[in-house]
Nanobody
Framework: QVQLVESGGGLVQAGGSLRLSCAAS????????MGWFRQAPGKEREFVAA????????YYGDSVKGRFTISRDNAKNTVYLQMDSLKPEDTAVYYC????????????????WGQGTQVTVSS
C-alpha cells in the first residue's frame, strides 16, 4: 500500500512558476513509476508527466513539454513537478500517482492516487 500526499498548489499569475511536491509512504518508493495528472472542471483527467523509479526516464504530455519538469528524490520518498511559464489553461487539480509499469502515461497504468492539489493560473 502506498499513500500519496500532494502539496504546493496555489494561485499564480500567467508566466509564473510553481513547484508541486508529492510525498509517498512506504519503503518501496524507488520501485514505482511516479506520475502527475491534472483535471480541469468538465474535462477528462489528463496525463502531465511521469518518471521511472530510478529517475532515468521521464515522459511529458504534449501540452507541458518544455515548460514542466518532473524529478524525484528517492531518499525523501518525494516526487516533484516544477511548472514554469504557466498559462491559464494549466488551471486544474493536479494529482500524483504511483504505478509499476515502466512506461506509464494512462490512468489505468497507476494503482495509487493522491487527493490532489489545486493550481489556479490567472491571466
Amino acid at each position: 500500500q502506498v499513500q500519496l500526499v500532494e502539496s504546493g498548489g496555489g494561485l499564480v499569475q500567467a508566466g509564473g512558476s510553481l513547484r508541486l511536491s508529492c510525498a509517498a509512504s512506504g519503503r518501496t518508493f524507488s520501485s514505482y513509476t511516479m506520475g502527475w495528472f491534472r483535471q480541469a472542471p468538465g474535462k477528462e483527467r489528463e496525463f502531465v508527466a511521469a518518471i521511472t523509479g530510478s529517475g532515468s526516464n521521464t515522459y511529458y504530455g504534449d501540452s507541458v513539454k518544455g515548460r514542466f519538469t518532473i524529478s524525484r528524490d528517492n531518499a525523501k520518498n518525494t516526487v516533484y513537478l516544477q511548472m514554469d511559464s504557466l498559462k491559464p489553461e494549466d488551471t486544474a487539480v493536479y494529482y500524483c500517482a504511483a504505478g509499476r509499469r515502466l512506461y506509464a502515461t494512462r490512468r489505468a497504468d497507476y494503482e495509487y492516487w493522491g487527493q490532489g492539489t489545486q493550481v489556479t493560473v490567472s491571466s
